[in-house]
């Protein structure tokens, strides 16, 4: 059966990444590449109007990240989605949003390759499915990040983020601790913020996030700050700035 061209969007809000994109796809004759977004939302309003069959999305984009992107779709909108990104630590994050593969830049040709194959197997797929069958089946994107990868020497660690105790800042770094175990990990905890579920994460400094089901005890200290005390004992400073935040995810009087 002879497939119709795979509709394509690319979105990056960097030229020379976009042109990386054009090139690697430039062996692909089954591809036809309808626009090019330099941020989220002129991808929301170029899916809209183009209804690209795939995506090519960058993740960290000023404004809206790609994750963002993706929730503000329709399911029945949802083209299939290739993430394009330098920065590798987000690629399971990638899957539990479905996306059908993770590349990372530069981009290297053999498997950008393999990315492709694999849309078109799920291309073919759609293209045999029962006609209003697509658009009627549940989509669903995980609203917060369920785990982070963080590199360990040559191997990736997989953390849940449920298993998180507490995070700290170090510039553009944050240290994550795990039951005991401290994991440095290259990430900024204002990005963070973003992706971790807000209704267990709790700021508690301007450079510490706690996990709100490790807090054991807060002790008042002078000039309106006080001490947060952990299960294991470890213990934080709560500043009077997020006090008022705090007082009430943990239900305080």
Same mark, same amino acid.
Request: charged share 25%; with cysteine.
């Given at each position: ?7 394509? #969007?690319? @979105? $990056?809000?960097?030229? !020379?990444?976009? !042109? ?9 004759? $089954? ?12 991808? #929301? ?8 069959? =795939? ?8 404004? +809206?990240? &790609? ?5 503000? !779709? ?5 083209? +299939? ?5 330098? *920065? &590798? ?14 590349? #990372?830049?530069?981009?290297?040709? %053999? ?10 197997? @799920?291309?073919? &797929?759609?293209?045999? %499915? ?40 170090? &510039?553009? *770094? @944050? ?7 401290? *994991? ?11 992706? =971790? ?23 008042? !200290? ?25 007082? =009430?995810?943990?239900? +305080?009087?």
């Amino acid at each position: 059966m002879s497939l119709p061209p795979i509709r394509t #969007l690319l @979105v $990056d809000d960097e030229v !020379l990444a976009r !042109l990386a994109l054009r090139q690697a796809l430039a062996a692909h004759a $089954d591809v036809q590449i309808v626009g090019e977004c330099g941020n989220a939302h002129e991808a #929301l309003q170029a899916i809209a109007a183009l209804e690209p069959a =795939l995506v090519f999305l960058d993740i960290r984009m000023p404004g +809206m990240d &790609g994750f963002k992107l993706l929730h503000k !779709l329709k399911p029945e909108t949802l083209p +299939m989605v290739v993430f394009a990104t330098a *920065y &590798g630590q987000h690629a399971l994050r990638a899957f539990d949003a479905d996306a059908v593969d993770y590349v #990372l830049k530069p981009i290297d040709q %053999a498997r950008f390759d393999q990315a492709m194959a694999r849309v078109r197997r @799920v291309w073919a &797929g759609l293209q045999t %499915a029962t006609p209003g069958v697509i658009n009627s089946m549940p989509v669903s994107l995980p609203t917060h990040a369920q785990r982070i990868s963080v590199r360990v020497g040559e191997s990736i660690r997989v953390i849940a983020t449920d298993d998180i105790d507490w995070i700290r800042a170090d &510039g553009n *770094y @944050v240290h994550i601790h795990v039951a005991g175990t401290r *994991y440095l990990h290259r990430e900024t905890l204002s990005h963070l913020l973003e992706a =971790l579920d807000p209704q267990r994460f709790l700021r508690i400094h301007r450079g510490t996030l706690v996990n709100v089901e490790r807090i054991r005890e807060i002790h008042p !200290l002078f000039q309106g700050n006080a001490e947060v005390v952990l299960r294991d004992g470890t213990r934080l400073n709560l500043s009077r700035r997020f006090r008022a935040q705090a007082r =009430l995810a943990l239900g +305080m009087a």
